[in-house]
């Protein structure tokens, strides 16, 4: 059973405060093993990409092998039944549309002073995109990374996806086909994320690393920040459900299921105005896990980090989750519309009973990496403008000199910075000449 809590309670907010707290994937020996893995990658390149995929997957490579060679990406492809592939194309259709919204424009502007300014967007040269591999195989991660990437117009892109024991996913393979990336090398965890950072003789570096992972994958972007860009913290799931009693106990429990099946270190709460619905989920969430497949992670995470929360009303519903700031907030009430308005730090909203999480992890069109683990506070989903940057622009002419060159200087002598003053000093007095 998972913690049953009362939000009126005295306790509940040691309670509660507790749960925010657990440390799903911040556990030090994670951060030290994935240390000494990214200091391995950067002493010893491939060799150790090579020991570190035979220990940690089971899979045995040679250089020459890291990546899937397009015989071999052809091949895997060929065995996709048609009905899976139409499923992965329309995704692709929906992800795509979705995206192409968020490309953001330049600007350009003339000021009363006669300066122009404005910004230029412009693609990372390069990205990796990291797949996850381990307890499942992440088809739609591929085309959540890869789409956004290509609307940004990023030139060169990777995956890097682990295939443990050498099993793989051949809709992996064709969703990078549909995503037009050719490169898949098929490495995980940290090494594949040190690998895509500092590079290896096999593997060329890139700017900026994306996508989702298990807490060794967190780990390793939050150390890789500063060599390389990264999205955000995507690490293992979360869903929270702010429901009322006016639902089926059953679509509740398994939309919380849906989430804690990825990983045991997921996390899965409902918040409830009504404690015997409360208590209705949680009995339909231990039926289902009698038989769900993979109910020995799902039940583990629901054991270990799942709740049900009782509130007093909606308005106490909405404080809260905006504590927990969740990756993925669905809001199965008479009006999601209303409640979303009171909601300000969710990495996804989901509206309304028909719309359940696992529609955003597919098909919707919004990204599903999404940042993890309260990161939603000040995170946002993946999207366009990862894979973008801003340049500013600034064009002066001597008028607008005159007009706002003086301020530079006196702000330069403020700053006891002689030679910027004196920058702009030199351009003033020939002006005056
Ligand atoms: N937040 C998001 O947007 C989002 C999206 C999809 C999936 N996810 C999460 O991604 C995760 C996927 O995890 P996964 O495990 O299936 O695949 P993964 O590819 O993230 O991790 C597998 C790799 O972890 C490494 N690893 C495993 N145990 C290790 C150990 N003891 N020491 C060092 N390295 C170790 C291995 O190198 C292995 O290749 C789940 O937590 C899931 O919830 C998150
Ligand atoms: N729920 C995951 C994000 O936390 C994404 C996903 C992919 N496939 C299934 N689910
Ligand atoms: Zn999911």
């Known amino acids: 059973m998972p913690v049953f809590l009362n939000a009126s309670a005295p306790e509940f907010e040691a309670a509660f405060t507790a749960l925010l707290s657990a440390k799903r994937e911040e556990a030090v020996d994670v951060d030290d093993t994935v240390a000494a893995i990214i200091a391995d990658v950067r002493a010893r390149g491939d060799a150790a990409v090579i020991e570190l995929t035979a220990k940690f997957d089971k899979l045995e490579l040679t250089p020459d092998r890291l990546a899937f060679s397009p015989a071999e990406i052809a091949a895997e492809v060929a065995k996709v039944p048609a009905d899976e592939r139409a499923a992965l194309e329309l995704a692709a259709a929906r992800i795509r549309a979705y995206h192409e919204r968020q490309r953001p424009a330049d600007a350009r502007w003339t000021d009363d002073t006669g300066a122009e300014l404005g910004w230029r967007w412009g693609p990372v040269a390069a990205a990796g995109l990291y797949v996850p591999g381990g307890l499942a195989s992440y088809p739609s991660s591929v085309l959540m990374n890869a789409i956004p990437a290509q609307v940004a117009g990023v030139e060169r892109l990777v995956i890097c996806a682990p295939t443990p024991g050498g099993v793989v996913n051949p809709l992996v393979l064709l969703a990078a086909q549909i995503a037009g990336v050719d490169t898949v090398y098929r490495i995980g965890g940290a090494q594949a994320v040190a690998a895509m950072a500092y590079g290896t003789d096999t593997i ?17 972007k939050r150390r890789v920040f500063g060599r390389v860009g990264i999205d955000m ?16 106990p ?9 989430q804690a099946e990825h990983d045991e270190s997921a996390q899965s709460i409902l918040i409830t105005t009504d404690e015997g619905f409360g208590r209705a989920v949680a009995d339909a969430v231990g039926k289902r896990l009698k038989t769900l497949e993979r109910r020995a992670i ?12 009782v509130v007093r009303d909606l308005a106490q519903a909405a404080a809260l989750s905006d504590r927990i700031a ?3 907030l669905e809001l199965c009430v008479a009006d999601p519309d209303a409640l979303l308005a009171q909601i300000k730090h969710a990495g996804a909203v989901f ?13 919707g069109g919004p990204n599903h990496v999404l940042p993890t683990a309260r990161s939603a506070r000040f995170s946002s989903g993946l999207s366009v403008l990862d894979f973008m940057k801003r340049t500013t622009l600034a064009k002066m002419t001597p008028e607008a000199l005159r007009a706002i060159g003086p301020a530079a200087e006196q702000l330069a002598t403020s700053e006891s910075l002689q030679a910027h003053g ?11 000449r």
């Open 204 to 220: 060329a570096p890139v700017d900026k690393i994306t996508g989702p992972g298990n807490a060794y994958v967190a780990a390793a």
């Open 351 to 363: 509206l309304g009973h028909w719309t359940p999480e696992a529609i955003g992890d597919y098909i």
């Open 326 to 328: 969740p990756e993925h």
């Open 298 to 309: 799902a039940g583990a995470s629901w054991r270990d980090y799942g709740a049900v929360i």
């Open 250 to 258: 059953d679509w509740i429990a398994l939309d919380l299921l849906s």
């Open 422 to 432: 004196l920058s702009v000093r030199a351009r003033l007095d020939c002006l005056n």
């Open 233 to 248: 913290i995507a690490g293992p799931s979360e869903i929270l459900v702010i429901a009322d009693k006016d639902n089926d």
